[in-house]
């Protein structure tokens, strides 16, 4: 038998286990999203404001639209009420990122189609075989064989999620240069700059929104993946409480975000993260080289019984 087809079924086997429990949590978060949105609509609601009006607003034009007033001195229920809007917008934006993670998810399972009933007809087959001949160096070399697909499916898992830390770790950087550029244009509003500096801080301070939401989701897909490599290599690793990374930015954000050290608060907080991941990618690039010199003895030992035999 081929021992690629082989190989290839257990591959195949292998992403439909992952991305079966990459399905299960993800509606899981859905779930709990769709829960945070209805309990945040109804924090809008308690906060008295014309909910149909602010979900119709944009958050760069939330900051003139509200009693006209400057965001800085916004009455403290305004205040809340505008972080609620926030926090709201965010949970609807990453309840859609999981719907649509969701379906793509559905289709790579219908395209592995029963992966696991052809396997146990290839191991038929090859345990017909291996009686047929009855040599010890046969099952041996196939023994080797096994151990060395095995360590290259825990390589294709250490690969998938160093890519995903490094995805992580850019949004990540891109966020710090946005808030970087929103502490610089907030030092300027500081000394006085007037209506076109703080009109500039509160935009810098939107991308900034934007930038943090894509670092979430790339920082999700990160943790999807390290999961996957804990099960598969049984190596686990961990960089804290990755799904509540953005919660430090949208629990008043509207509130605090306007004060120059919030913003430098919010900066080594995003720097302290990216650290974290780039810490982790180090840990999991040297697990993957041990592997590789694993699955490389492995070869070398199966290439010397075949040239001796």
């Known amino acids: 038998m081929n021992q690629k087809v082989l190989e290839t079924c257990k591959e195949n ?39 149909e009006r602010l979900e119709g607003l944009s958050f760069s034009n939330l900051f003139y639209s509200i009693t006209g007033k400057k965001l800085e001195k916004m009455e403290k229920e305004q205040q809340e009420a505008a972080a609620a809007q926030l926090k709201y917008e965010e949970a609807k934006e990453t309840a859609a990122d999981l719907e649509r993670e969701i379906e793509e998810i559905k289709q790579k399972l219908t395209h592995l189609g029963d992966p696991i009933k052809k396997y146990e007809q290839l191991m ?17 070399i196939d023994e080797l064989s ?45 000394f006085g700059g007037g209506m076109v500096s703080t009109a500039i801080k509160h935009s810098k301070i939107n991308d900034a929104k934007g930038d943090i939401h894509h670092a979430q989701r790339k920082l999700r897909h990160f943790e999807e993946e390290m999961k996957d490599v804990q099960k598969f290599a049984s190596y686990s690793i961990h960089i804290g409480d990755i799904l509540t ?65």
């Not at 038929?124 to 041996?140: A, F, I």
């Not at 096994?146 to 966020?175: D, F, M, P, R, V």
């Open 146 to 190: 096994e151990e060395e697909a095995n360590k290259k499916l825990i390589l294709n898992e250490l690969k998938e999620a160093i890519s995903a830390g490094n995805q992580a770790s850019s949004a990540l950087s891109i966020a710090i240069s946005a808030l970087n550029s929103a502490k610089g244009w907030s030092t300027w509003d500081l």
């Open 124 to 140: 038929q087959e090859k345990e017909k075989q291996l009686h047929s001949s009855n040599s010890n160096l046969t099952v041996k």
């Open 13 to 51: 086997i292998r992403q439909k286990e992952k991305w079966e429990d990459h399905l299960k949590r993800a509606k899981e978060y859905l779930r709990e999203e769709q829960a945070k949105i209805i309990q945040l609509k109804n924090q809008l609601k308690k906060e008295q404001l014309d909910v």
């Open 245 to 309: 990374f953005a919660d430090y930015f949208f629990d008043g954000f509207i509130v605090d975000w306007m004060v120059h050290g919030k913003i430098n608060d919010s900066l080594k907080q995003t720097e302290k993260m990216k650290y974290k991941v780039d810490e982790a990618i180090g840990s999991l690039i040297e697990f993957q080289t041990e592997i590789q010199t694993k699955k490389e003895q492995i070869k070398q030992r199966r290439i010397r019984l075949i040239e001796e035999a």
